[in-house]
């Protein structure tokens, strides 16, 4: 079946520190990947997706690339702020089949 | 709106009683999924409507939880005689097709407190 993992956390970093979250998957055939956030007491939104092999997905400064070969699509920014403090679910989503979330990073960024 | 609303924002229940979690998605999405959330924890999925069946409810924790969809647009989710367990926050989302490689769009959830 499908899955997601992705590196436990919580992630406590000073501002301007280069992030990465880890994500990895298992699937069959070619599933889209997706990076939702969860600031404090909001829902999840949106961050970026990639829909195939090698595609690079881009937000407010966050980036990801669908690797095939490794089956991951590993989150990253430069550098971040306090304004990033969020929890942050991978998620893939097999055409037609339903979303698997991760079970979520929780980043802190310290001023 | 145009985003995914759901209401009550708020419910806090006494154990044993009955609630009822509504979610509006965006119209025109056919799909509907609800998650449910418990503290500190990732998305727990519950179950998906395409239109207004729900061809996959594997994810109800038991036979106190019930969803339905009416007119391919309101869902409502139902518990009944409600357990602390059942404490968490509840998400809806919908996207417009099941198919494709379009993403889904969450509400802001309802929290739910069982005394």
């Known amino acids: 079946g499908n899955s997601v993992t992705q590196m436990e956390g919580p992630v406590t970093l000073s501002e301007e520190a280069f992030l990465t979250i880890n994500c990895t998957y298992t699937a069959t055939g070619y599933p889209s990947l997706f990076w939702y956030v969860q600031y404090p007491g909001e829902g999840l939104q949106l961050l970026l997706k990639a829909t195939k092999a090698d595609d690079k997905g881009s937000n407010k400064g966050f980036e990801a690339t669908y690797r095939k070969e490794t089956t991951s699509f590993h989150l990253e920014k430069g550098s971040v702020q306090v304004s990033d403090s969020a929890v942050y679910f991978c998620?893939?989503?097999?055409?037609?089949?339903?979303?698997?979330f991760g079970p979520g990073t929780r980043l802190s960024v310290l001023p | 709106g145009a985003g995914v609303s759901q209401s009550p924002s708020n419910k806090v229940t006494e154990k044993g009683k009955d609630v009822e979690l509504r979610c509006d998605p965006i119209?025109?999405?056919?799909?509907l999924y609800w998650y449910r959330q418990s503290l500190g924890q990732g998305l727990e999925f519950l179950i998906y409507f395409q239109g207004n069946s729900a061809p996959d409810k594997s994810g109800l924790p038991s036979d106190r939880f019930s969803a339905e969809r009416t007119g391919g647009s309101v869902s409502t989710l139902t518990i009944q005689r409600t357990q602390q367990e059942d404490s968490a926050v509840y998400l809806c989302?919908?996207?417009?097709?099941?198919?494709?490689?379009?993403?889904?769009?969450f509400g802001p959830g309802t929290r739910l407190t069982v005394l």
């Open positions: 998620a893939l989503n097999n055409y037609g089949q339903n979303f698997v």
């Open positions: 119209s025109g999405h056919t799909a």
């Open positions: 989302a919908s996207r417009l097709e099941r198919g494709g490689r379009n993403e889904q769009f």
